[in-house]
């Protein structure tokens, strides 16, 4: 056997050891077709219906002057904003305009959208900020160099692959980090918080707003109301238990043997709140991926060596 | 001859490159102790954070978890600071690269310790579910009169689902206290009105059968033994709105 074939045999040295152009592809193509999918599908234009006095701007977007948020709370600028925002993330999905430009646009686009439907927020909740985060970083590595459906003339880079394998390694680090802290600040707010009742209560809570109510009794919704049923010691250990998984994410970067473990605990934690509280967390249950190194890496070369995928020749 | 060294990219290559690669990435594994300067900087950029929290959150920095937070994030920046493969892989990178990462984890640790609010979006405070709740809870329950005298059950969540529960709860939370606190007549109670009118508005697009009243309950309900079938509640109607006005 040649040594060329006998390398891909090889184990990968650490995760993302292999990434290449079209792994760094690959991930755009998740990151921004999640925003895509999560905009497709979210009326954002309604939100001009509500009255101005509940929007309150939060952080970056409390600079912008009241008279420009007239304008823009508009039902005509919503849509126009939201379909002007679906245009340039197909776009950078498809790699048509492969232009870091408009990454950046996109991008700068995306913290506006999030910072607007949060600005009718009571507070600030988490879902979808690891995914922003990861778009932002994306802005500044070469994300278009693999997986374009449009050819882009580019020079072979200096770094070789390692501006590629620092991109998925940037990702899975900033992914990591949003459980690492929530842990963390739990465990520092008194282990003793394990030993309460919160996790129970906060299941029946759930379940209680969600139920059906007449104006004198409350029906708690099927599935939460079930899980109570369970023992109060089970809610005890779960907390403790998910949060020790929180804990350990960013551990999924540095060992290939915890990965797996890491990786499927955090998928079971999100399916857990999603049928326990109806709280659901799918943009980061898409984002897991990028722990799946070897069949990440797997995937974007078979999509590179599909007949759709551009040959591109390096000068 | 021709090797793919990376998808996509036709490199014509001599037959070593490769090998030559993945020897470099093996020995890029592992952990090894940053250089003193390495660490220096580290070191530096840590008690500018904690600097930076102990004067944006003022006394109540001084609270013992924030320090433990602040050298358990410490030891995570060592860690990967330490890891061969991420140092090597950022610092074999352009400078845009190199900045990008540095800065968006900053800017993540400065959210995490100096946020917890809305000033420092898109940087904000991870922190869910650090509380231990009261044994009984209260929320707010919409429940709409039609023209032809039914009773239905509002979810302003389902008429509004860029706002999700944990968004759009919160903001009718907090405004319904405001509205209650301050009276009918004021400017929260007014808001509050507005906000209500366009649930009730946004209800009735399209409906046979509209909405004429939209009433606002405050739902008390012991936790303590928690409530699994039907179960009678202490609510009382604290608002409403009408159609015409």
């Excluded at chain 1, 002057?65 to 508009?74: D, S």
């Excluded at chain 1, 409350?218 to 929180?246: C, D, N, Q, R, Y």
Aim: hydrophobic share 50%; with cysteine; net charge positive.
């Amino acid at each position: 056997m040649s040594r060329q074939a006998a390398l891909p045999r090889l184990a990968p040295a650490h995760l993302h050891a292999r990434a290449t152009a079209s792994s760094l592809g690959l991930a755009r193509v998740l990151v921004f077709g999640i925003w895509l999918c999560h905009l497709a599908v979210d009326p954002l234009q309604r939100l001009a219906e509500l009255p101005r006095s509940a929007f309150q701007p939060p952080g970056v977007l409390a600079v912008v002057p009241g008279r420009v948020w007239e304008i823009a709370l508009r039902s005509s600028s919503l849509l126009a904003f939201r379909f002007g925002l679906l245009l340039a993330l197909a776009l950078v999905v498809g790699g048509l305009v492969p232009s870091q430009v408009l990454l950046g646009m996109t991008a700068a686009g995306l913290v506006v959208y999030q910072g607007l439907v949060r600005s009718f927020s009571g507070h600030m909740n988490h879902a979808e900020l690891a995914l922003l985060y990861i778009s932002m970083l994306f802005v500044f590595f070469p994300v278009f160099d693999g997986l374009t459906v449009r050819p882009r003339r580019t020079r072979a880079r200096p770094g070789g692959r390692a501006p590629y394998v620092a991109g998925m390694l940037a990702a899975c680090l900033v992914l990591g980090l949003t459980y690492f802290f929530v842990g963390a600040v739990r465990l520092w707010k008194g282990v003793d918080l394990f030993g309460t009742s919160t996790l129970r209560d906060l299941i029946s809570s759930f379940a209680l707003q969600d139920g059906r109510f007449d104006g004198a009794s409350v029906v708690p919704l099927g599935v939460p109301a079930a899980i109570l049923v369970l023992p109060p010691l089970t809610f005890k250990v779960a907390f403790a238990a998910s949060t020790l998984v929180e804990l350990s994410a960013p551990l999924a970067l540095f060992s290939r043997r915890l990965r797996p473990f890491i990786a499927a605990g955090l998928l079971f934690f999100h399916l857990s709140i999603l049928v326990a509280m109806q709280v659901p967390f799918p943009e980061n249950m898409c984002l897991l991926a990028l722990f799946s190194g070897t069949w990440f890496h797997r995937a974007a070369t078979w999509l590179d060596d599909h007949p759709f995928a551009v040959r591109r020749a390096v000068r | 001859m021709v090797h793919r060294l990376q998808a996509g990219h036709v490199l014509p290559q001599r037959p070593g490159v490769a090998v030559l690669e993945e020897r470099r990435t093996a020995a890029d594994q592992g952990f090894a102790r940053p250089a003193v300067r390495e660490g220096g900087i580290l070191a530096g950029i840590g008690l500018l954070v904690l600097l930076a929290a102990a004067a944006a959150l003022g006394p109540r920095w001084r609270r013992p978890g924030l320090v433990g937070e602040w050298a358990t994030y410490m030891v995570l920046a060592y860690a990967v600071l330490s890891w061969r493969p991420f140092r090597s892989a950022v610092a074999r990178s352009g400078r845009p690269q190199r900045a990008a990462v540095a800065g968006c984890l900053l800017l993540l640790v400065m959210g995490q310790f100096v946020g917890g609010g809305r000033h420092t979006f898109p940087f904000v405070r991870f922190a869910m579910f650090t509380d231990p709740g009261p044994p009984d809870t209260h929320h707010y329950s919409y429940l709409g009169l039609t023209r032809t005298g039914r009773s239905v059950q509002v979810d302003p969540v389902a008429l509004y689902p860029s706002l999700d529960r944990g968004r759009f709860v919160g903001r009718l939370f907090d405004s319904a206290e405001a509205a209650i606190a301050g009276g009918s007549g004021s400017g929260a109670g007014e808001a509050y009105d507005d906000l209500l009118l366009a649930l009730l508005r946004r209800r009735n697009l399209g409906r046979d059968d509209p909405l004429v009243r939209l009433d606002v309950y405050l739902v008390h309900t012991d936790l303590d033994p928690p409530p699994r079938h039907r179960t009678t509640v202490a609510a009382g109607r604290v608002w409403s709105v009408e159609a015409g006005g």
